[in-house]
């Protein structure tokens, strides 16, 4: 049989294929931080003429698009979430049973999720044939969190080796310390990758040991674009000091008491400014994480009631919004400092980790870094706010590493297409 060559149009349509990348990360929580990931890795890739199906990290199931979704359109591109207050109203206080039976099955759990996590990859396979490429994408997913991460880094691992798929890790980061096993999954994955970049300085610097070779920086996706201009101040300007609150865990919580009355230290001094031209207010806020709700509730109740607000999100628009009207962020999470720079809002970083301050100096703005435990840490803050300090910060902001590294993802991409396309063409 005489095989019939290819028409123009034959090869037009194959040459418009579009590159199938199937992405895993932690974005099924009601952080919503999360979900900024997952709209910035969708938005990031889609725009970029690829086609994106998100999968979470720890249940390693698909997410699905909601036929009915009710939320904002900036939403992860109709993906459907439900509303982060409807879930933290149903969630009930979380009790840690410490008792013997339920620490054995907790025990018995942890060793049994290696298996499990082989057993749901494995049932994705029939999806992930349909793909070009799998991406691990943003968060802390390089971290060992009692190997919780690692053992759904080596089911990714394993199947991207099974199917001979190309393996991308972009933003993400490596919290705390590994055990000798967490650190021997990591290091496999890494090195199985075809392209890695990070989300920060530190976390390149602990992966570059183990590659012996330079690591590229991507930052964050929910930070890919950045408004770098604010509104004038108008002649009665509102100055709104936004305040994530955070409530820490494991053993960062001995500093929990601390770190609430630096806050509410900050903000009484916030309050107490004068100035016949300004009504300086706060609005206390948490991305979405329920301990952190409980805490900011503690400290509202230590805060005078005018002019201090609580603010619960039902979804990232709501968190934009209020982000986007403030004179100025303090940012304990991660992605409420984030979320703000990207709305064009100069942030202070106020933490008692490095997790902040790694991403800042990242971007070359380590000064708006500080530490809860410093005892200079409140009149740093003070003075970091003064309106010629504070907006000095968006113009201080280096993105020309990461530019280069999403100039190379770009390319990897732009490559990886054109190589399917023209196997396409060959086959046909």
Known sequence: MVQKSMSEHQKQTINKQKLKIAAF??????????RAILQGVTDFLNQHGCLVQPYTFGSLRPIQHHPKSQNSATESSQIYFPPVDKIITRDKSVKHDHSFPQQTIKLLKLSLRPLRQRILI??????????????????ALLSDLDLHFPQSLAAVTWVAKQLKLPLICLGCSAEGEWSPQGRKIITEFI????????????????????????VPI??????????????????????ILAVNIMEFSNQSSKYQQQYDQVLIQIINLWLAQKDE????????????????????KIILEQLPSKNVTFHLFANLEQLRNCLSSSYAVIATRLHSAILALAEGV???????????????????????SLS?????????AITLLQHESINKQLEAIDFSEMSMTRAKVLSLVNELAAQINNELISVS
């Open 346 to 368: 100069p942030v202070i970083g106020l933490s008692v980790d490095t997790k902040i301050n790694r991403f800042f100096s990242s971007l070359g703005i380590s000064s708006y």
């Open 191 to 214: 090195q199985n990758c075809d392209f890695i970049a990070t989300r920060d300085s530190g976390t390149a610097s602990r992966l570059a040991e183990i590659l012996n070779e330079s």
């Open 25 to 34: 990360g932690e974005w099924d929580t009601t952080n919503l931080g999360d």
């Open 372 to 380: 809860a435990l410093d005892e200079q840490v409140i009149n740093q």
């Open 277 to 296: 031209h300004a009504k300086y207010q706060v609005k206390l806020f948490t991305t979405g994480d329920i301990g952190d709700i409980a805490r900011a």
């Open 122 to 139: 494995q049932r994705l396979i029939p999806q992930l044939k349909s793909v070009d490429a799998i991406l691990v994408g943003g968060g």
């Open 218 to 239: 991507f930052g964050d996706f929910a930070l890919i674009d950045m408004q770098k201009t604010r509104a004038p101040n108008s002649e009665n300007e509102q100055r």
